[in-house]
């Protein structure tokens, strides 16, 4: 049977994922508790496939899933999948007064400004994901506070403090599949992913990758730079693109930027899945 990695416990807005894609059993979903264990269980072959969050629409990018990705692992993104993200205080029930929220760091950074507001004294305490929140506040004295999900609350037997606590209604995280081989034929909505280094010390050096996109009118969807991890000031790049390596343009346009860069890694192109 096929192996589904996903960051737990049970209760992550990672596992409402999977439980979307794989409803009918027909993958065994395995939680890790953190997102770069589930990431390296995949290429250790405990596992065939994992889904992670990879950035927020209100947080941007989760830095652990572009570090290991980029540095650690060789594998390849074969789905896309946004979901919506409706984060609640939960609390043990009858609870009166709250002095420490708990949460996956995302949700906290979701939530801060209405945080500040409705608990300004709370400290803010993060943790593995914000299921593991909840399953902390269900064992802790009343005092202890969780941001998460819904199902989280119903499945640690938790209260709603406050609902809809995230800062703006239009919160939603890209989470990704990755798996040891690319996606074999992609149809429909798609994207591809790659990162590089290039030159910083050449000027234009970015101007003339991002011109071979321009040129064969491919989108750029995302560009995210983090530490090349070679010294202060040395960056690597990730772009997402419009569209997939089959479509001649794109492939012509890649490996015209793989011959520009000074290390470059694919992570192939895959299909983009929403969850209303
Ligand atoms: O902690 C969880 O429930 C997760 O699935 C992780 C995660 C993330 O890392 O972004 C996923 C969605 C939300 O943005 C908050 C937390």
């Known amino acids: ?29 395995i939680p890790y508790n953190g997102i770069d264990a589930a990431i390296r269980a995949v290429a250790l072959g405990e596992t065939d496939e994992c889904i992670v969050p990879v950035e ?62 409705l608990y300004p004294q709370a400290k803010l305490k993060p943790v593995e994901s914000t299921a593991e929140a909840a399953r902390i506040v269900a064992g802790s004295d009343g005092l202890y506070a969780a941001i998460g999900s819904l199902k989280a609350a119903e ?11 995230h800062d ?25 992913t790659f990162v590089c280094q290039i030159n910083g010390e050449r000027p234009g050096s970015l101007y003339n990758i991002l011109a071979e996109f321009a040129s064969r009118e491919v989108n750029l969807t995302r560009i995210e730079s983090r530490p090349a991890r070679t010294g202060l000031g040395m960056y690597i790049f990730f772009f997402d693109l419009e569209g997939s390596l089959a479509a ?29």
């Not at 690319?182 to 909505?189: E, L, M, N, P, S």
């Not at 012509?252 to 983009?272: D, M």
Request: aromatic fraction near 8%.
């Open 1 to 29: 049977m096929r192996k589904v990695g996903y960051l737990g416990p049970q209760g992550t807005y990672c596992e409402e994922i999977v439980l979307y894609l794989y409803k009918n059993n027909e993958a065994a979903l």
């Open 56 to 117: 927020n629409s209100l947080e941007g990018s989760v830095n652990i899933t572009l570090d290991t990705i980029a540095h650690d692992v060789a594998l390849y993104i074969t789905k896309e999948i946004v979901l919506p993200v409706r984060h609640n205080l939960l609390g043990k029930q009858g609870c009166q007064e709250v002095t420490t929220i708990v949460s996956h760091p995302q949700a906290l950074a979701q939530c801060r400004k209405t945080l500040a507001i």
């Open 155 to 165: 499945i640690y037997g938790l209260a709603v403090l406050a609902p809809d606590i």
């Open 168 to 192: 703006h209604q239009a919160n939603s995280t890209r989470f990704i599949g990755l798996e040891p081989q690319a996606a074999a034929c992609v149809q429909g909505k798609s994207k591809t």
């Open 248 to 276: 001649p343009n794109i492939a012509e346009a890649v490996s015209a930027v793989k011959a520009k860069c000074l290390w470059y890694k694919n992570f192939g192109s895959y299909p983009i899945v929403y969850v209303i």
